[in-house]
């Protein structure tokens, strides 16, 4: 069974940075493919970035592009979620899912139990 546990998220003015971490275990998941996925009041889910083995970075949000990117650390079983120029809108649940797919595609077998961003002033 895979585990992953988020962390790092909290309140933000707008403008500034957050990083989300994601502490994997369970599996080796060196070859699963990460992404993030968030959840804003009264929205559907939405994919934010994935990273994956073979195909590296895929931006699902076009909102996100130039401000998030994800990276990985498998030697210490991290994935994390650099997020920039935070703005109101970015204000979600952030989830933190991976599934033994190598290519960003599909809904992801393994979720997180998400961890609260807000963008205020």
């Known amino acids: 069974q895979v585990q992953l546990v988020e962390s790092g998220g909290g309140l933000v003015q707008p403008g500034g940075s957050l990083r989300l971490s994601c502490a994997t275990s369970?599996?080796?998941?060196?070859?699963?493919?990460i992404h993030w996925y968030r959840q804003a009041p009264g929205k559907e889910r939405e994919g934010v970035i994935c990273?994956?083995?073979?195909?590296?970075?895929?931006v699902y949000t076009a909102s996100v592009r130039d401000r998030f990117t994800i990276s990985r650390d498998n030697a210490n079983n991290m994935v994390y979620l650099q997020m920039n120029s935070l703005k109101p809108e970015d204000t979600a649940v952030y989830y933190c899912?991976?599934?033994?797919?190598?290519?960003?595609?599909?809904?992801?077998?393994?979720w997180g139990q998400g961890t609260q961003v807000t963008v205020s002033s």
């Open positions: 899912t991976a599934d033994p797919s190598s290519r960003c595609v599909g809904t992801p077998d393994y």
């Open positions: 990273i994956s083995p073979t195909e590296g970075i895929t």
């Open positions: 369970g599996k080796n998941l060196d070859y699963y493919t």
